[in-house]
Every structure is written in structure tokens, then in C-alpha cells.
């Protein structure tokens, strides 16, 4: 299957910090890009979808403001934690799809980053 | 409203034994229906998945079966080994609105030497 590179796999900072996060499709074009997070033993929450040169979109009770999103190519999204505060700490995942494909079928998912604030 | 409902939340199964995970969704709009393995510290990692024009659908060990008037799919892992102890994810998604996957709760499965 196709490969999509999370950058970094853990990271830990200050509280009060910015934090940008990587998500790379290797091996495709990513026209669409989605932004996860999971708490422990929980399931993956769905952040915010971004297309590749438009505004992402929010999912309801994320503050855009706090979360970052570009999607400058069709191989590269980043997630931005900004002022991060102990809260924010938790498992973010990104995934990938190809929506010109006609199977449109998988989404390919990162292998996560741990952030840690403290 | 959570839009995929899994069960059970954890599963303990001896070596050798079937584990069965289940799904039900409401939306029937859903029209693609992916089971994802997580490994702790991992992203998921799709398993297999199926489209509701089939019934059932069978990759070795794995096979999902789909009840689309029920509005139900579930995953049989057979023959269970412990290196398929992990978390199990069922997702459904449509066309359109960005092709979004809608997750389950997930299920902790553990298998018993």
C-alpha cells in the first residue's frame, strides 16, 4: 500500500509553544489530507480536512485558530499546535487520500505523533 | 451521534479461536466500510474493507461480513494468533463531504497463547 511519513513520531514542548507537525505522502498524490486525534484507549477523532491549495475545514469544537492546517501540496500537509498547553497533549494521526482516483477507496494513515506539553 | 456503533469495547480470545468484532451504522448513505488494525504507539493500518454490493469478503485469515439491511458489518479473525492481539477500528464512508471516515470506538482484542 501506499506510504504517508508523520514527522516528528514524538514530540515534547513547552507550554506556551508552537508545535508543527508533518504529514508526507510518499509514494501518491494526496489531494485530500485529514487530521486525527486520539486520546489513550479512545478512537480517532476526526480534527479538520484539508484539500491541497484551499482552506481546511473544521470539524465542530476545533478551534482553527489553535490548530493550524496547510496543504500547500499534494504531498505535503502540516498540523500547527500553537500556544500549546498541557491539554493539547495526545496521539495526532494524519491520513491521506487520492479523490482522483475513481476506486477512491483506502486512506492511508501516518504513524502517528506523540506530543507531550509540559 | 456517534455514527458507527462497534462492540465489544474488549475481546479476549484463546489462541486458535474465532474473534468476531461488530459494527452497526445509520447512515445509508455509507458506502464503504474499512477495518483498521492499531498496534499502541502506531497509526492504523488498513486490514480490509468492503462495499455493499457484496455480502462478505474474505482475505485470509480476515473476513468482514455485511448486512446491508441490517445496517451491519462485523470482522472474523480466524484461527487468532497473539501477534493479532491489538486495537480494531471499523469506519464507514461516503462519496461525498470529503470522503470523511467515521470511526467506531474501537475494539481491544487480546489473544491467549
Known amino acids: 500500500g501506499a506510504v504517508v511519513s508523520q514527522h516528528p513520531s514524538w514530540v515534547i514542548c513547552k507550554s506556551g509553544t508552537s508545535v508543527k507537525i508533518e504529514c508526507r505522502s510518499l509514494?501518491?498524490?494526496?489531494?485530500?489530507m485529514f487530521w486525527y486525534r486520539q486520546f489513550p484507549k479512545q478512537s480517532l477523532m476526526l480534527m479538520a480536512t484539508?484539500?491541497?491549495?484551499?482552506?481546511?475545514?473544521?470539524e465542530q469544537g476545533v478551534e482553527k485558530d489553535k490548530f493550524l492546517i496547510n496543504h500547500a501540496s499534494l504531498t505535503l500537509s502540516t498540523l500547527t499546535v500553537t500556544s500549546a498547553h498541557p491539554e493539547d497533549s495526545s496521539f495526532y494521526i494524519c491520513?491521506?487520500?487520492?479523490?482522483?482516483?475513481?476506486?477512491?477507496?483506502?486512506?492511508?494513515f501516518g504513524q502517528g505523533t506523540r506530543l507531550t506539553v509540559v | 451521534q456517534q455514527q458507527v456503533k462497534q462492540s465489544p469495547q474488549s475481546l479476549i480470545v484463546q489462541k486458535g479461536g474465532i474473534s468476531i468484532i461488530n459494527c452497526a451504522y445509520e447512515?445509508?448513505?455509507?458506502?464503504?466500510f474499512p477495518w483498521y488494525q492499531q498496534f499502541p504507539g502506531k497509526g492504523p493500518a488498513l486490514l480490509i474493507a468492503?462495499?455493499?454490493?457484496?455480502s462478505e469478503k474474505k482475505e485470509g485469515r480476515f473476513t468482514i461480513s455485511f448486512n446491508k439491511s441490517a445496517k451491519q458489518f462485523s470482522l472474523h479473525i480466524m484461527d487468532s494468533q497473539p501477534g493479532d492481539s491489538a486495537t480494531y477500528f471499523c469506519?464507514?464512508?461516503?462519496?461525498?463531504?470529503?470522503?470523511?471516515?467515521?470511526f467506531g470506538s474501537g475494539t481491544k482484542l487480546n489473544v491467549k497463547p
Open positions: 491520513s491521506a487520500r487520492d479523490l482522483r482516483d475513481p476506486q477512491w477507496t483506502e486512506a492511508f
Open positions: 509514494d501518491f498524490q494526496a489531494t485530500t
Open positions: 484539508s484539500n491541497e491549495g484551499s482552506k481546511a475545514t473544521y
Open positions: 447512515n445509508t448513505a455509507f458506502d464503504y
Open positions: 468492503i462495499r455493499p454490493d457484496v
Open positions: 469506519a464507514a464512508s461516503r462519496k461525498h463531504n470529503f470522503n470523511k471516515f467515521y
